[in-house]
């Protein structure tokens, strides 16, 4: 399979959210990357743009009745890089996840630019 985009993790935060997670989790986890990495366009139910954030995304993962959401973002449009994971329990993709990622956003930006 051809790779369209590189992902790649910012820090230690999505392979700490990924070791608390079983085997069946981390395979479906790696699956929607794969995704992420191979399609030119990758399907909304895999990969969404968070509505009022500068740039955020978040890989959806679904297994059974259970969701997780990786926070990540584009760097010159091939490079997504991921951010913190949680697994979602209610219907809105809680504040303090968001800002989290926001900061964890900036602060890759800040690295990158010294």
């Not at 986890?29 to 990969?47: A, D, G, H, W």
């Amino acid at each position: 399979m051809n790779k369209v985009r590189e992902v790649i993790a910012y820090k230690h935060y999505f392979e700490e959210f990924l070791s608390t997670q079983t085997t069946k989790v981390q395979d479906k986890i790696f699956k929607v990357i794969e995704i992420i990495e191979t399609y030119e366009r990758v399907p909304s139910n895999y990969l969404k743009a968070m509505t009022g954030t500068k740039g955020l995304y978040e890989a959806r993962i679904k297994l059974g009745s259970n969701i997780w959401r990786v926070f990540c973002f584009f760097d010159n449009g091939k490079l997504v890089v991921l951010l913190n994971g949680f697994q979602k329990k209610t219907q809105k993709t809680p504040k303090k996840e968001i800002s989290k990622a926001l900061k964890l956003m900036e602060s890759y930006y800040e690295d990158k630019n010294k």
